[in-house]
């Protein structure tokens, strides 16, 4: 450093004394580290100083600090001082450098005998800088041309300077003389400037020191969540087991009690066997006795009888009496007398019979009080049997064991019974007897008869218009003559289903068509549908999913599945166009079938000698049982159901057959009768084709356009889910059932009915065009399905995406939804999806072809899920583990969604919880309660037409979703326990969309215009 004689302080030096201490706010800047020593930086503003006005040429930094060495390099740079930097070798060798200008050191790694070497290494005027010297330099032995400058705080640091001393040095050591007072006024200023950072690092320290300690706090407080979700199952777990124990101790007991009670009777039954034997001794006594007396007075009725017989024969013999006298004495025997009685025999006592053997008469049965119970929707439960007229047809599964199973889900008690095998027992515990197909007899006559007597309700049912008698000929019903049945008898049989339902007092139908047939003659009619059930549901999907992994062999097939040889006119109708499409397109081929044990067509084929040029085109398949019919349906490119339009028996008939194709997958093209027409919107969900010209555009379409068929397919699929679905017709056997009875409870049944008929069926869901970036299939069973959707989310998806893998459920599918991100989403999704493909049983990443908006990217994944269920997860949310068995044990068969407990985490410790609300559905009138994180059932989904898609309204499609459930009827359940987690942060769809004014505005609007009962405002909270 440059010594000066002069003994004034320069200009920047002077003006540390001013009051305003300008030359602080240099010292004041901040340090290049507050993660350091709070000592090291207690001795940066002197540095600092020292740098800016005595700079130095030569530094040696003795193990410092790193934001000692950050400092000087900044000034290095900053004022261009040139400074040559040395440190200490490895083993603390000093640099060979004759002397420094500034040597910066801590005390505390250095003993004294270390630092007055140091000393000795300072040039003329140097300065030794020694971080916290002011606790460790009482015992460093110094130079007589070295002074000390010890500076307060705790700890402080000190300056060691050379003589001769510069004049800034001398001013901050008190020189000259008299000058003391403002050199310790230095010193103190500079301390004060060092303390403040010193308590800054400290500060920074403690912060750190908070922010983990915060972390290990939320990470423990997560743990003892999962611990107490745990301990909240295995004390459930406890409980049930100590009821099961409680049920096995009170079985225990009654079987030692029937163990005593059953000794007691061995004892009683060997008495009993004891009385018995003496009993038979004394008996067999008196029977040898009365024997004896009985043979002696045998021997004299047989004495007496030869008497009679010869005085008999001595009367009657010719001649004198004489020779009459002579000629008995002459005869050997008995000589003629008048015998008299015998006396009566000597009759033992009788042995009377033990008490054992005594008849004991019956004890009266007494029956207790049948107790109805209360269905959720206030309607009593019934007992429903029903009876099957033709058991060995699979109409007996259509009408009768799905029927029973929907009744039973709607809450009732119900019993299937072959017509034949119906009991008094049966009938004494029904409340309301369904009559499938049944023909009158006098079998009938009684059950009917009986059925009233215990008071139940009778109902006819039916499939097909067979109870009005007139309409059996064969110009209506061609079937008459295929099957080899005759006019004469096809007539006797209308007419007893006639009386059959003369005898009921309502009716149900499979179509709306048949119900006002019926209507005609009892005015009491609905209409229940055909349905599916879950297994067929199950089925279908699971062959649709084996076609659609394994592809076809480039060949399009037509199938048409007639189970029985009476639709010959109906076929007859599209054969002429399948020859003309077969002739033109030698890949095309026409699904027929055949009877298994002898291969017989089940059509006539002789009457079709259109197909006989195109024979080769013709695949024969054997006649399969109903539950095998999935896989034969998904065998089919297209579907055809023809029937004649203007035959009043065709015209009542079923919409069975698009909704079967429909479950497979597979599109329909049908006559215009009019449960098609009311079942297929046209050109949407399937085609309807009366004339030669229109069957042959719809097919020739289907041909030529994969994607129109899959679109179709998928648009029918959506349809019948909701509309053929076992669930509503739960729901309307609630309505029916109830309705078969009287008063208050029939008027609310009538009412729930009209008012549902007043809403027509929502519209399908939008599905917006995709592309699948990823599949893997290994054709499972899951029952769950996690949707995520993510649109910019790099930073969280992989977290929503771990979450999901760490679920304990084991079947799992998992469908990720990018809706056009521009980030590096699509490369996290799809490296982490080939890396975790094996997880799980089904996964998907599909990208939407152009940004849909979060309702139309959920309806993607949805419509692309094979599960019953499906739990939507944003991408920046994420799941506990136990989510998926947890939601999923909440669910019942009838229910539409299930909600949890949510967890709030993010930036500024947010912990509350969210979603504690329980059911009630009127308070979405006023606002949602439920998020979007929920569990929800396909079926559901479907009826309510999906999650709207607006990208000027997003943010409430999960609220659009809760409110037509609750339009619909469709009751969710609330499970009370936290198994997810909700994200909280600024830059969420919620506060970066949803929440902005002009938005929200618009979001209501919306909302408002699908569900005018919500009571919602543009200030409305997002959620509860």
Known sequence: ??????????????????????????????????????????????????????????????????????????????????????????????????????????????????????????????????????????????????????????????????????????????????????????????????????????????????????????????????????????????????????????????????????????????????????????????????????????????????????????????????????????????????????????????????????????????????????????????????????????????????????????????????????????????????????????????????????????????????????????????????????EEGTHRMFSNMRRTLDASDACTASTDVLATHMRRIRQLAWTLPNIFDQETLRRSRRAFRLHEKTGRDGLLRIGYTSGTRTHQRDFGLVCGVLARLMRARPELRLVLFREKANRQPILLMDEFPELALVQNQIEWRDVVQLPDLPDEFAHFDISIAPLESDNVFCEAKSEIKYMEAALAGVPSVVSPTAPYRAAIENGVTGFLAQSEAEWEDALTRLLDDPDLRARMARNAYHDVLWRFGPWRQARTFGTVIAGLGGGEEATRAAELQLLRAAHPLRPLPVIPDSETLFHHDALGEAEVTILITCYNYAEHITEALDSARAQTLEQLDLIVVDDGSSDDSVALILSWAKHHASRFNRLLVLRSVTNAGLGGARNIGVSASRTPYFLSLDADNRLLPDACTALLSAAGPMTAYVWPLLRQFGPGGHHAVMGDAPEQPLRLQDGNYIDAMALVAVWAWAACGGYYVSRDAMGWEDYDLWAGCTELGLHGAHLPEIVAEYRVHGSSMTNSVTEKIRHKARVVDHILARHPWLDVHPEASARS
């Not at 101790?249 to 009670?261: F, M, W, Y």
């Open 1 to 486: 450093m440059p010594s000066s004689s002069s003994s004034l302080p320069d200009p920047a030096t002077a003006s540390l004394l001013s009051p305003d201490v300008a030359e602080l706010s240099q010292l004041l800047r901040e340090p290049p580290s507050l993660r350091t020593d709070p000592a090291a930086c207690s001795a940066l503003p002197l540095l600092s100083w020292i740098l800016r006005h005595l700079p130095p040429r030569r530094c040696l930094l003795a193990d410092t600090d790193e934001a000692v060495a950050e400092l000087i390099r900044r000034a290095d740079s900053e004022l261009a001082l040139g400074l040559e930097t040395g440190r200490p070798a490895a083993d603390g060798t000093l640099p060979d450098h004759a002397g420094f200008d500034l040597i910066v050191a801590h005390a505390a790694r250095h003993a004294p005998d270390r630092l007055s070497a140091l000393t000795q290494r300072l040039e003329s005027s140097g300065l030794l800088l020694l971080i916290a010297g002011s606790q460790g330099t009482r015992d460093v032995s110094l130079p007589e041309d070295i002074i000390s400058l010890p500076f307060p705080g705790d700890p402080g640091p000190a300056l060691f300077a050379r003589l001769p001393l510069s004049p800034a040095t001398a001013l901050l050591a008190g020189h000259p003389p008299g000058d003391r007072e403002t050199g310790i006024r230095l010193r103190t200023r500079f301390a004060a400037a060092g303390e403040r950072w010193a308590l800054e690092a400290r500060l920074h320290q403690e912060r750190e020191h908070l922010g983990k300690a915060e972390a290990r706090l939320i990470e423990t407080r997560r743990e003892l969540s999962s611990c107490s979700s745990q301990l909240l199952r295995a004390d459930e777990a406890a409980r049930r087991a100590e009821s099961d124990a409680d049920i096995l101790r009170s079985k225990i007991a009654e079987l030692n009690g029937e163990k005593t009670a059953l000794e007691a009777d061995r004892a009683a039954a060997g008495t009993r066997i004891a009385e018995l034997n003496e009993w038979t001794a004394r008996a067999t006594a008196v029977m040898s006795r009365q024997s004896a007396t009985l043979e002696r007075f045998s021997a004299e009725i047989r004495t007496r009888d030869e008497a009679l017989t010869a005085l008999r024969d001595f009367l009657s013999a010719p001649g004198s009496m004489f020779r009459r006298i002579a000629r008995a004495a002459l005869r050997p025997g008995l000589a003629p007398f008048v015998p008299d009685l015998p006396p009566a025999p000597d009759t033992p006592e009788p042995c009377p019979p033990p008490p054992c053997l005594l008849p004991q008469p019956p004890a009266p049965a007494i029956e207790p009080p049948r107790q109805p119970a209360l269905l959720p929707d206030a309607f009593l439960r019934r007992n429903v049997l029903f009876v099957s007229g033709e058991p060995t047809t699979p109409g007996t599964i259509y009408r009768c064991t799905r029927n029973a199973a929907a009744c039973a889900m709607a809450g009732h008690e119900t019993r299937t019974r072959d017509c034949a095998a119906v009991s008094p027992d049966d009938l004494k515990w029904a409340d309301v007897v369904i009559l499938w197909r049944v023909e009158y007899s006098e079998h009938v006559h009684i059950l009917t008869s009986l059925a009233r007597e215990y008071g139940a309700k009778i109902v006819f049912d039916t499939d097909d218009l067979v109870f009005l008698p007139a309409l059996a000929s064969v110009a209506i019903i061609d079937g008459i003559r295929t099957i080899g049945a005759t």
